[in-house]
């Protein structure tokens, strides 16, 4: 099992920049692969990014590419999305996620999500 916390959400105009925090614990966290999802209200959850924490490796969803930056602390087992150039529809409830590159297709484990509200 991993346990993912997310903080660093809240309100924002647009232009802004917010740093959203996800701290994990777990065993083998080196062999996973950790993204960040967003769901704005009445919206299907989307992906945004994700990095291996082995590698460090990241993929980026277009609609962010430029504008956010995924990273990891390996001392303090903690991934970052650093988010510029806010824009309205950023707006979302926006999720750590987790899985395990060897053996889960999907992401598994799920923070509870932080809130992020850019304004215009």
């Known amino acids: 099992q991993v346990q993912l916390v997310e903080s660093g959400g809240g309100l924002a105009q647009a232009g802004d920049s917010l740093r959203l925090s996800c701290g994990a614990s777990?065993?083998?966290?080196?062999?996973?692969?950790m993204g960040w999802f967003r769901q704005a209200p009445g919206k299907e959850r989307e992906f945004v990014a994700a990095i291996n924490w082995s590698d460090g490796s990241t993929t980026y969803a277009d609609s962010v590419k430029g504008r956010f930056t995924i990273s990891r602390d390996n001392a303090k087992n903690m991934v970052y999305l650093q988010m510029n150039s806010l824009k309205p529809e950023d707006t979302a409830v926006y999720y750590c996620?987790?899985?395990?590159?060897?053996?889960?297709?999907?992401?598994?484990?799920w923070g509870q999500g932080t809130q992020v509200t850019v304004s215009s």
């Open positions: 777990g065993r083998s966290i080196g062999t996973y692969r």
């Open positions: 996620a987790a899985k395990r590159i060897l053996y889960e297709t999907n992401y598994n484990y």
